[in-house]
């Protein structure tokens, strides 16, 4: 196996696929170096397998409390019907489709309802499940068709962090951002139906917190930065945090910090979702329909003690089961079905 340095990323090859030591050692590298570039091909089943030796696949909390049946009712229906459409590429080939989606424009051909995650336009910065503070995840983007022209920008924290003066360091290790739901301005021209998905993925819940301090699996410290549906920082004023928010972004958004992924078709591109941001800075609506797999998978198995999730999640500096957070979200769905 190679190990080629990029600015912010890293490319391993000669990977085999099939080497337990191998693959291990790919999982071990998103959590030190958080952003990986595999250039070599593999099946969606293969690479699906690949992650399950990593760790339990991740998905939204309240997407598995549907899917489980443990939240119903007419008003998550629609819901679900739009989960379906997401992950139906999958449903022939996969006993367990339902962590994994599609990052595409196109639709079903019978019904026009998307099939993908995203619109053809820009994505603004963010990570999976932002305001979830119990992460430590991998995503990784592979490429199948269409990508080329196209592009993924990524946005590694790490070494911005560290160089951060004493004042601000101290300021990240001891903030928790507040998030409120923003209708999905991180990209324009959203379906009603992926803006529901993305939703329930970003910010399920009005008063979901996560610390601005956060660390990979492998213990790599960083900035879990709030890069949309941000509310404020627990603590501080609306127009204090805005300000904050923004000086920060000036020490972090630099380009010795970013790598750009010039997209070829079958490439994979891995990364952390702790502490690393990534962004589409092209509109891809020209050309073929642009489409990777995106999946999404937690680093227990190779990392027990850090790279499981919790069993909380943080809202309005509150703890709360699983259960408990499920509740809230399902009044609040029913309540707004009722309307």
């Given at each position: 196996?190679?190990?080629?340095q990029?600015?912010?990323?890293?490319?391993l090859s000669g990977?085999?696929?099939?080497?337990?030591?191998?693959?291990?050692?790919?999982?071990?590298?998103?959590?030190?170096?958080?952003?990986?570039?595999?250039?070599?091909?593999?099946?969606?089943?293969?690479?699906?397998?690949?992650?399950?030796?990593?760790g339990?696949?991740?998905?939204?909390?309240i997407?598995?409390?549907?899917?489980?049946?443990?939240?119903?009712g007419?008003?998550?229906?629609?819901?679900?019907?739009?989960?379906?459409?997401?992950?139906?590429?999958?449903?022939?080939?996969?006993?367990?489709?339902v962590?994994?989606?599609?990052?595409?424009?196109?639709?079903?051909e019978?019904?026009?309802?998307?099939?993908?995650?995203?619109?053809?336009?820009?994505?603004?910065?963010?990570?999976?499940?932002?305001?979830?503070?119990?992460?430590?995840?991998?995503?990784?983007?592979?490429?199948?068709?269409g990508?080329?022209?196209?592009?993924?920008?990524?946005?590694?924290?790490?070494?911005?962090?560290?160089?951060?003066?004493?004042?601000?360091?101290?300021?990240v290790?001891?903030?928790?951002?507040?998030?409120?739901?923003?209708?999905?301005?991180?990209?324009?021209?959203?379906?009603?139906?992926?803006k529901?998905?993305?939703?329930?993925?970003?910010?399920?819940?009005?008063?979901?917190e996560?610390?601005?301090?956060?660390?990979?699996?492998?213990?790599?410290e960083?900035i879990?930065?709030p890069?949309?549906?941000?509310?404020?920082?627990?603590?501080?004023?609306?127009?204090?945090?805005?300000?904050?928010?923004?000086?920060?972004?000036?020490?972090?958004?630099?380009?010795?910090y970013?790598?750009t992924?010039?997209?070829?078709?079958?490439?994979?591109m891995?990364?952390?979702?702790?502490?690393?941001?990534?962004?589409?800075p092209?509109?891809?609506?020209?050309?073929?329909?642009?489409?990777?797999t995106?999946?999404?998978?937690?680093l227990?198995k190779?990392?027990?003690?850090?790279?499981?999730?919790?069993?909380?999640?943080?809202?309005?500096n509150?703890?709360?089961?699983?259960?408990?957070?499920?509740?809230?979200?399902?009044?609040?769905?029913?309540?707004?079905?009722?309307?």
């Open positions: 196996m190679e190990v080629k990029l600015n912010n990323a890293v490319e990977i085999d696929f099939n080497n337990i030591t191998d693959t291990s050692i790919l999982g071990r590298t998103c959590a030190t170096d958080c952003v990986v570039l595999v250039k070599d091909s593999v099946p969606e089943e293969q690479l699906q397998s690949m992650m399950n030796t990593w339990q696949p991740s998905r939204e909390l997407h598995t409390y549907i899917l489980e049946k443990k939240v119903t007419r008003h998550w229906r629609n819901h679900l019907v739009n989960l379906s459409y997401i992950t139906k590429p999958f449903k022939d080939r996969f006993k367990e489709n962590h994994y989606s599609r990052v595409s424009f196109d639709r079903d019978r019904t026009n309802k998307p099939l993908g995650l995203f619109t053809s336009g820009e994505l603004d910065w963010h990570s999976d499940q932002q305001a979830n503070y119990e992460s430590q995840r991998v995503i990784a983007l592979m490429s199948l068709y990508t080329k022209n196209s592009q993924t920008t990524f946005l590694c924290t790490a070494e911005a962090y560290d160089k951060l003066n004493h004042d601000d360091k101290s300021a290790d001891q903030l928790v951002s507040v998030y409120k739901w923003d209708d999905g301005t991180m990209c324009d021209d959203l379906d009603a139906e992926q529901q998905i993305i939703r329930y993925n970003q910010v399920a819940l009005d008063g979901m996560s610390p601005l301090k956060d660390k990979t699996a492998a213990g790599v960083g879990k930065f890069s949309h549906s941000f509310s404020h920082f627990r603590g501080l004023t609306t127009a204090q945090s805005k300000q904050y928010k923004e000086h920060l972004w000036e020490k972090i958004n630099k380009p010795e970013v790598y992924h010039n997209w070829e078709d079958g490439q994979i891995f990364m952390d979702q702790n502490i690393t941001l990534h962004a589409r092209t509109n891809v609506q020209q050309g073929n329909k642009r489409t990777l995106r999946m999404v998978t937690y227990d190779l990392y027990p003690k850090t790279g499981k999730p919790k069993d909380t999640v943080l809202w309005m509150s703890d709360l089961t699983h259960d408990e957070f499920a509740g809230l979200i399902d009044v609040q769905k029913q309540k707004e079905y009722n309307a």
